[in-house]
Nanobody, 118 residues
Framework: QVQLVESGGGLVQPGGSLRLSCVAS????????IGWFRQAPGKEREGVSC????????YYADSVKGRFTISRDNAKNTVYLQMNSLKPEDTAVYYC???????????WGQGTQVTVSS
């Protein structure tokens, strides 16, 4: 069974940090570039970050550049999103997918909630 499972979300104060994980099962993750997306209440799902198959190349949305870091460990079939200096506007459900930037197609996880609030 092909599956992506996100974890690591939670409630954090502004300025805090979280590390999200995306674990793949049923397929080999290193066949794909992987994207992180987020969807805030009442808003469209948007791309946050993308990492190449090898992990050598990474991309970020302007809104998270300098604060978020994407990485991958293909031996563990896992992609990470380290989120620092979190802001209330980062509050959203975060998803990983075998897609970058385009919100259709590919395999998707079920999402993990991130709430940034004091």
């Amino acid at each position: 069974q092909v599956q992506l499972v996100e974890s690591g979300g939670g409630l954090v104060q502004p300025g805090g940090s979280l590390r999200l994980s995306c674990v793949a099962s049923g397929f080999t993750l290193d066949y794909y570039e992987i994207g992180w997306f987020r969807q805030a209440p009442g808003k469209e799902r948007e791309g946050v970050s993308c990492i190449s198959r090898s992990g050598d190349t990474t991309y970020y949305a302007d809104s998270v550049k300098g604060r978020f870091t994407i990485s991958r460990d293909n031996a563990k079939n896992t992609v990470y999103l380290q989120m620092n200096s979190l802001k209330p506007e980062d509050t959203a459900v975060y998803y990983c997918a075998t897609r970058c930037w385009v919100v259709v197609g590919g395999y998707w996880g079920q999402g993990t909630q991130v709430t940034v609030s004091s």
